[in-house]
């Protein structure tokens, strides 16, 4: 028969074990959802979004005519260009600290006001 001094060492190991893996768990439900993941809809809210936030926080750039051009025949053509995911992921990859080649509050892809374009 084990005596208390014995077992309670081992409840309390077992416990933490699960508080562990219950943390590891709501950090996943915190994560943003991958372009290949998104719905259609989702990802044509993703796309005009980004386009008017893009020319909001940068007006005189050349990109927003080709950003606008683009994003110009989603609905008519059912279909979203995935030149859109690729900047989606690299904005989720900064948000969540993966990214290799842009920072955290540096740059278009690393400005906080795009992270919050990203769906859970």
């Known amino acids: ?3 208390l001094p014995v ?3 081992i409840i309390i190991r ?3 074990r699960k508080m562990r893996s219950f943390s590891t768990g709501t950090n996943r439900l915190e994560e943003f959802r991958d372009w290949k993941n998104l719905t ?3 990802k044509k809210k993703f796309i005009q979004e980004y386009v008017d936030l893009y020319k909001e926080t940068h007006p005189c750039s050349k990109s927003n005519v080709m950003y606008r051009s683009l994003a110009e025949g989603m609905d008519e053509y059912d279909d979203t260009p995935y ?3 690729v900047v989606y992921n690299e904005i989720r990859a900064v948000a969540q600290g993966k990214s290799k ?3 955290s509050g540096q ?3 690393g400005d906080p006001a795009f992270k919050r374009l990203l769906l859970k």
Do not use: H, K, Y
Request: aromatic residues 4%; charged residues 10%.
């Open 1 to 3: 028969m084990l005596t």
């Open 7 to 9: 077992v309670l060492p």
């Open 14 to 16: 077992a416990n933490i």
């Open 40 to 42: 259609q809809n989702d």
């Open 83 to 85: 030149v859109f995911g």
């Open 101 to 103: 080649d842009n920072v």
């Open 107 to 109: 740059g278009i892809m």
